[in-house]
């Protein structure tokens, strides 16, 4: 490949520079993938309708939420380790989507801290939320997300367990391995150099940056990972978001939602805004594509919330999609950890270009000159 001319594109130089264990982990889903394979299908499968003749000489691809205006409506979802793919990824990413004029969102169990990314930007970035069982700990972590003045909060809620991975086992994560297992795993990481180097050498520290003081610097991604099966709390329930709410005085969005009851649930506890997603086919095996369930999502609780959605989001068409069924905006995880393996924070910045690309080109195509005119009509039945 000379030039990478899609996602799909930097998901292959995406493989070509991880270990095979950290690519796995970030390209795989739970069990035997079939709602990670869903999530890309259904998207796939929504055919767009070809208008012609509609003067499409002017194209405005930007959109405002929660007061905030976007170019693009796009935002980099929180990918927990997303610094173990690339040096200090969140802060190249964060940079990048000031570059293109998007929200970044960092996870609590990102490598870098909130207050590196905060540095590292001047536009405000988004912060990630799991309730972890030490509120103590919550409590300190809002405070700092406020201190830096994040733009909207995103708890995640669809994590209370972590999904099985059958990648993850397969290469050995958090198993102890025999002597050769071993060997041929190092094998696989000496067969990446640039990644050593990169981030095993220029992005330390390799811990939990948000987290400092309660995990201690973990040895491996596996090691990490135990760690956040025993801090998250699985008891968490509506209450929690009530409290949540009480201390939280930014934009709130509840992230993993797709059942249209726990959606009015959500808007009723005041939400700001929802994310329509099963967590990139990550958690439940089984569970049905995001795409699928945004139109009930939407009519349920549309015109009381703000309804985002994620998972196999790829390309400028797929945006064009989700947003005909109703979203207001997509998060792209993935997508944007491929580019940043890739090729750094260029490499996002290129992701998100050639996505953007794709957008105009899909709405002049459907003679859709400005995002409020995409919607079901532009779905072909
Ligand atoms: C964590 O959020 C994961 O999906 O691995």
Request: one cysteine or more; aromatic letters at 6%.
């Amino acid at each position: 490949m000379l030039a990478p001319a899609s996602v799909s594109d930097y998901r292959e130089l995406a493989k070509r520079r991880l270990p095979q264990l950290m690519f796995d982990y970030l390209d795989g889903g739970a069990f035997e993938e079939a709602t990670l394979q869903a999530n890309r299908l259904d998207l796939q499968k929504l055919s767009l309708k070809q208008k012609v003749l509609r003067d499409v000489s002017s194209l405005d691809t930007s959109v405002t939420l929660f007061g905030q205006k976007m170019e693009l409506p796009l935002i980099l979802a929180p990918v927990g380790f997303a610094g173990m793919m690339a040096r200090r990824a969140e802060v190249q990413a964060a940079k990048a989507a000031q570059t293109v004029g998007i929200p970044f969102t960092l996870s609590t169990v990102g490598i870098c801290p909130i207050e590196e990314v905060r540095r590292a930007v001047t536009t405000p970035f988004w912060f990630q939320l799991y309730m972890m069982r030490d509120r103590g700990v919550v409590r300190e972590i809002l405070s700092r997300a406020q201190a830096a003045q994040c733009g909207a909060l995103v708890f995640t809620v669809d994590l209370p367990v972590l999904g099985t991975r059958y990648r993850d086992i397969r290469n050995g994560m958090g198993v102890k391995l025999p002597l050769f297992s071993r060997l041929r795993m190092a094998a696989n990481f000496a067969s990446r150099p640039s990644w050593i180097y990169d981030v095993g050498v220029k992005g330390q520290p390799l811990t939990f940056g948000n987290l400092a003081g309660v995990v201690q610097d973990a040895k491996s991604l596996g090691a990490l990972l135990h760690w956040t099966t025993t801090a998250l709390d699985p008891s968490v329930t509506w209450k929690d978001l009530e409290w949540i709410r009480s201390i939280w005085k930014g934009p709130l969005i509840l992230k993993g939602v797709l059942d249209a009851d726990d959606a009015k649930e959500a808007a009723a506890t005041g939400a700001d805004g929802l994310v329509v997603s099963n967590h990139g086919g990550r958690q439940l095996d089984a569970a049905r594509s995001s795409i699928s369930m945004l139109p009930r999502i939407v009519d349920a609780v549309g015109d009381r919330t703000v309804v985002l959605m994620d998972g196999g989001i790829r390309s400028g068409q797929d945006v064009t999609r989700a947003l005909a069924l109703g979203a207001r905006a997509c998060l792209i995880g993935r997508a944007w950890v491929y580019g940043v393996a890739a090729k750094g924070e260029a490499g996002v910045v290129s992701v998100l270009e050639t996505m953007k690309r794709e957008l105009r080109t899909s709405m002049a195509l459907i003679g859709a000159s400005r995002i409020g005119d995409i919607n079901r009509a532009v779905i072909e039945s």
